[in-house]
């Protein structure tokens, strides 16, 4: 960190002076989706086949944690052992969650074109605990933590060095409105589009499934619809631009927010996924030795800020 912040000019000592004041800071339910509702088991044995995809899955077959559903195995290199199958008993298979082309959900991360040594540290800061979530009832996070502690070292280097080289696509459409279809937290952290009248957005991103059936299916083809505050966009761009009274954005997270370095691309990524991180920097939950950097970027932001930054970071083009 210290030589990275040579680079940047920036002094240690002004990192700490700003990280002192405060902004209001309240779980956001809708980035850590959870119910206590169960949903009926599919019949295992249903078979499916996706649009442009050769193959075909079970139920079971889609939800077998230690096989990756691959729909689109021409799309993507060759996934190496660890993201394709992971290691029985501990380690789910990282393609099962972040999908095989790395593109993630909005319950956990895109992993696609992340810096490699970035990915590395992540899953070592949860293995340690350093980097734990604001919430310990995601399923999906609790999930991580589990997979983090169980891997090792030449495994998470493997699967990152292939995350690394996929390049992340867009597949997120970001909306400005002011009212949104009603939504409810669905099956394994999913919002979901509920029928009957809209409802105001208030301040709130609700990230739901373009097509809820095909991503049930994990297809890694068929993206979400971001809904945003009218005039999100806008404002997060003057504050992702300003710094949020520190540091610009830019300066850490390159001109585009598509990473530099060793530090993570935030361009077109999940705003659901952004909002939990912004949040558990602030709360201190995620505390690995990258997040000092951080900590003074989100030292004054509101939960407001935090969703206007995450509309804008979110629209941009990866
Ligand atoms: C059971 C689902 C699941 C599996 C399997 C899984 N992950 Fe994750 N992963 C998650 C979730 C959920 C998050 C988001 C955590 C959060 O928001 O705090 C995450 C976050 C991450 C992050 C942090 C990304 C970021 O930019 O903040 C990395 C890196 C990561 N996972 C790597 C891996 C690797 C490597 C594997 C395989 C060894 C793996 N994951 C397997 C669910 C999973
Ligand atoms: C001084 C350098 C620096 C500046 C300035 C900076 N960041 Fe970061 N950012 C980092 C580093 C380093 C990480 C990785 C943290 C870790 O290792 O846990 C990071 C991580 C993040 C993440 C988590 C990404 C993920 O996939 O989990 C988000 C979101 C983020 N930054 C947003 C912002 C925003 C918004 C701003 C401007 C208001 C900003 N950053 C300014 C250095 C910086």
Redesign the pocket.
Known sequence: MRKLLLLLGISAAALTGAALAQGANTLPIWAYPVTDKAFPAPDPAQARHLPGSKVSFTRAGVND?FNAPDWYPDSHAKMPD??AH?RKPG????????LPNGQ?RP?????AG?PAA???Q??AD?RTGR???SSDK????N??M???KA?NDA??KI??EY?SRLKYGKWIRVVEADRVPKTAVGDR?MMNVLPGPKEAIGKRILEVPVNLERTEWRDSKSGFIAYVPKGSIARGKALVESGAGAFPCAACHGPDYKGNGAV?ALAG?SPA?IV??LY?FKAGT?NGPGAAMMKPEVANMTDDMRVDIAAYLASLNP
């Open positions: 944690r660890v993201v992971g380690v789910f298979a990282c393609g099962y969650c972040h993630g319950e956990n991360a895109s992993l992340q970035y990915i590395v992540q899953v949860m980097r734990k979530s995601m399923g999906s996070i999930a991580m589990a997979v983090a891997s495994e998470v699967a990152a995350f952290n993570p990524r996924q939990r991180q558990d995620r």
